[in-house]
Structures are given as C-alpha cells and as structure tokens.
C-alpha cells in the first residue's frame, strides 16, 4: 500500500522543558512504555498509513536516534527508491527553527514524488491513521489541514496553538500562547500539506525573515488559506515536561488505553532487541505493571514500567516506578514514585521516594 503521502517528524520538539531525559538523547528517542521510544509511534503511523518516503529532521543528541532506527527497517521503511532519511546536522550548520530546516532540505523536498507531507512532532504517543487525514484534506479542498484535539493545554506546553474552527472545520482563527484553562481544541503538531505550498510558504518566510512556523506560516494565512482542522478524538499522550511523561506512562496501566494505542491491526513497531523471556524468582511478587523482556524480578513490583534487561533483587520494593533498561535494583533496595534512567545501580538497602507530581529523577549510569 503506497500513498500520495511523504513524512517529515522534528526529533527535536519539546525538549527544553524535560531536560533531564534530553541531555544526552533527543525527544524522538525518550524511552515511552517500557520497550518503545517516542519515535516509534509517528514511524509506525506513518508506516501503518501507507507513508514510504519519511525525513527525520534532528538538531542535536541525534546518535541515540540514528541507532534506534537505524535503516528504518523496523518500520518497514528501508526500500530501494524511498524510506527513511535522516537530516542531522552538517556541514557544521544547525537550524534553529522548524522554518530553517524545511528550507535547508528543500532539496529533498522538491523531488518528492508524493503530492503531499505530513508533518508531525515526536512528543506524543498515540495511533493516528493519516489516511482520514488526507482523505478529509481533500474533501475540504483545504490547502492546510491541521490535527487538533479537545483538551486542556498541558502547564509547560511551549507556544500552545489553539484553532477555531467553524462547523465544517475551516480555521476562523488561530491564537497563539492564548490565557484559556478549561479545554480547548489545541494543535497536536501533526499536519498535512501540498508539498509545493509547503515550499513556497517556506521561500518567502526564509525571504521576510519571518521565521515563526505558528506565526508566520499558519497564523498570518488564515485569511489568505483555506486551512482547516481535523478533530482527533483518540488516546494522545502528549510529553511537555518530567510530570507529563511520568502522567502518561502511568496511564498505560488502563487496559483501555493500552488497546487503543497498542491496536494489533495498526501495530506500534519498535527496534528489536533479542532477549530472552524475563524471568520471576520464588520471592517475586509483581501486580499491575508493565514488564518487558529480559528482565531478573525476584523483589516486589507494584504499579511499575520495567524496560528489558532489568534486575530487581530479593526484598526490593518498586511502586509507581519507571525503570529503564539494563538498570540493577539491589537487595532491599525501596523505590516509590522514581524514573531510573538506563544503566543505573541503585545499591542495597537505597530508599529513594518521590511524588506522582513531581517524580524523582535518577540520571543514566549513575550509582545511588
């Protein structure tokens, strides 16, 4: 199954208000749901959705990125004559806005043999089929059409997006950063346009030096475009700050929203790591939680994410946990309300106790 559709997902959105997870990593490649990384979903949703052709635009800390996805092949997108590109920086230049990027890749852009983009952010998690999209953009004979859903505007969000769309769904207005508490229909960052008017709409910001994407290229067109927006009424997590990606992970415990995103017949694909099915000792006890493969519990684990190759040691006690992969929680060892990031040792008899509004944080290779 092949679209009119190509891709473009930005690694990098999001970032400055979670930077304990995007130090060393970007967005794109945070750890989501035990063995996923956040990239995982807008590949497979494009992938799911027909979309061969896919650029992954990264700013910085893209090395983790490049070897989760490597060839694209997980996602089925390592073909002969399209599939996955990744544009990181080079040359020693780096964009520095959304604006920036498409016009240095406008190379790229221009000999796409698909009609139309997708352009999305790698901040969420959810399982989106672009091809409603596209087939609404068309019925619309919109010249834009961005995905928008009824919610409240997460604390940290960047430059929120609200659009006002009429009853057939054409933008009325469009406000930026607006003082609204209660739900609003708030952009997702996902949106679908003709590659040439991408091109053209990218030429003349980059001539104005008008380089806002929300401002410049949407905002200052409502009038001039006919861009609509497409309600999404599915399960998003949307990633804004530590708090949210705690939040969301949490929410994985619901059977509903597990199904909804995790649906069999549009698969959520990942890099696969050969381990061998996890292992439970005589004294393990484990209720409600999420354990991938390759993982040693002989302690107790409660409410928890556990990522592959994690080892939890006889007397330990896990509650309301993230835990990446290949960490070593010792003997004895009391964890309540911690995201542990990978490769951690937390050593025997450790207590380490946070809140589920603000969870403690544990960087990469550390020993506590």
Not at 98 to 113: D, M, N, Q, S, T
Not at 249 to 278: C, G
Request: proline share 4%; glycine share 8%.
């Amino acid at each position: 199954m092949a679209t009119n559709l190509a891709g473009i997902i930005f690694a990098n959105v999001g970032e400055y208000n979670i930077p304990e997870l995007t130090a060393k990593r970007t967005m794109a490649s945070v750890p989501f749901g035990g063995k996923y990384r956040l990239v995982d979903f807008p590949l497979s949703n494009m992938s799911n959705s027909g979309i061969n052709n896919v650029a992954l635009i990264a700013r910085n800390n893209f090395h983790s990125l490049m070897d989760h996805v490597g060839s694209g092949k997980a996602w089925d997108l390592s073909k002969r004559h399209s599939g996955l590109t990744i544009f990181s920086p080079y040359g020693g230049h780096s964009f520095v806005n959304r604006i920036e990027a498409i016009f240095h890749i406008k190379g790229y852009v221009e000999h796409l043999k698909e009609e139309y983009v997708v352009i999305t952010n790698s901040n969420y998690a959810a399982n989106i089929n672009y091809l409603k999209v596209h087939e609404f953009h068309l019925e619309n004979n919109a010249d834009i059409t961005l995905m928008y859903k009824n919610m409240a505007i997460p604390p940290k969000k960047e430059a929120p997006v609200v659009l006002y769309p009429d009853e057939t769904g054409l933008v009325k207005k469009l406000l930026i950063n607006p003082p609204v508490e209660d739900e609003c229909p708030l952009s997702i960052g996902s949106m679908i346009i003709k590659r040439d008017l991408l091109l053209e709409l990218v030429r003349q910001c980059m001539s104005a030096n008008t380089l806002d994407f929300a401002k410049n290229l949407l905002q200052d067109n409502i009038d001039k475009l006919r861009i609509f927006g497409y309600e999404y009424t599915g399960h998003i997590s949307l990633v804004h700050s530590m708090s949210d990606y705690f939040a969301e992970n949490m929410k994985l415990m619901d059977k509903d929203i597990r199904d909804e995103l995790f649906n069999p017949l549009r698969p959520i694909y990942t890099k696969v790591r050969d381990d061998a099915p996890s292992r439970y000792g005589l004294t393990s006890s484990v209720k409600g939680s999420l354990v991938a493969q390759g993982c040693v519990i002989d302690g107790t684990v409660e409410g928890s994410i556990i990522s592959k190759g994690v080892r939890i040691g006889k007397g330990a006690s896990v509650k309301n946990c993230i835990i990446m992969q290949d960490c070593k929680i010792s003997d004895g060892a009391k964890l309540e309300n911690v995201v542990i990031d990978k490769d951690v040792v937390i050593t025997e008899g450790r207590a380490l106790t946070g809140c589920e509004t603000y969870p403690m944080y544990i960087e990469k290779q550390s020993i506590v």
